[in-house]
């Protein structure tokens, strides 16, 4: 590690960013954030100009910001609550059509190609 970069610890760049833990060592594997590792003890660390970059993303209007989807917040108006009521009883009335022919297991293997429980 560079003498001139401060570094944070995982803990402590999670709760800067108001995040888990485990969320920044997904956004490491999925490259959304550089850290380093300890020498010796292999202990992440998180540069403190990754954390202000983040920071500022995430405070960053939805438009401009470079990864990640926004999901707008429920809409509480009737043709929203409409529509949802809507779409969950064509749900139930999909699910209760499988009946007992076909294991949860089985159905989500074929809705996504691969087996669902470890």
């Known amino acids: 590690m560079s003498s001139s970069t ?3 610890t995982l803990k402590r760049a ?3 960013l108001g ?6 060592r997904s956004w490491e594997k999925r490259k959304i954030i550089r850290m380093v590792r300890l020498p010796g003890s292999g ?3 998180v ?11 995430m405070q960053a209007e939805p438009e401009t910001r470079s990864a990640g989807v926004r999901i707008e917040p ?3 108006d009737p043709d929203s609550l409409q529509q949802a009521h809507e779409l969950a009883l064509a749900v139930r009335q999909k699910l209760a059509g499988l009946g007992e022919e076909m294991t949860f297991d089985e159905f989500m293997s074929r809705r996504r190609g ?4 470890p």
């Open 114 to 117: 691969r087996i669902w429980s």
């Open 6 to 8: 401060a570094y944070l």
């Open 43 to 45: 202990y992440r660390r």
């Open 47 to 57: 540069p403190v100009e990754e954390v202000e970059r983040l920071e500022g993303e």
């Open 14 to 16: 999670a709760q800067r």
């Open 74 to 76: 429920p809409r509480y």
């Open 19 to 24: 995040v888990h833990e485990q969320t920044l």
